[in-house]
């Protein structure tokens, strides 16, 4: 059974940071890129972030970048988002998704989400 275990998000003051991290298992990790996907309050689903199954080409929104970076640990069967200088729109629930085709929009498993809030 394939799992999508989200953590790391929090209530964070405007400027600061997290690392989100998504536990995976259930499949073979490391066969697969993997992305992150956002949904702030009210809103439809943002895709934020991606990386290729070995870890070496990224891809982020291009009103994220210079503030989130993608990572993930092969051996650890675990993906990683740093988001530095929070902003309050930055407010949104966080999933992990397993890619299936299309690193953007065509994802075939998804994790519970973790919350994400910025605010003083």
């Known amino acids: 059974e394939v799992q999508l275990v989200e953590s790391g998000g929090g209530l964070v003051q405007p400027g600061g940071s997290l690392r989100l991290s998504c536990a995976a298992s259930?499949?073979?990790?490391?066969?697969?890129?993997m992305s992150w996907v956002r949904q702030a309050p009210g809103k439809g689903l943002e895709w934020v972030s991606a990386?290729?199954?070995?870890?070496?080409?990224?891809y982020i929104a291009e009103s994220m970048k210079g503030r989130f970076t993608i990572s993930r640990d092969n051996a650890k069967n675990t993906l990683y988002l740093q988001i530095i200088g929070l902003k309050s729109e930055d407010t949104a629930v966080y999933f992990c998704?397993?890619?299936?085709?299309?690193?953007?929009?065509?994802?075939?498993?998804w994790g519970q989400g973790t919350q994400v809030t910025v605010s003083s």
């Open positions: 998704v397993k890619v299936r085709v299309s690193l953007y929009n065509d994802f075939d498993y």
């Open positions: 259930g499949f073979t990790f490391n066969n697969y890129a």
């Open positions: 990386i290729n199954w070995i870890g070496e080409t990224t």
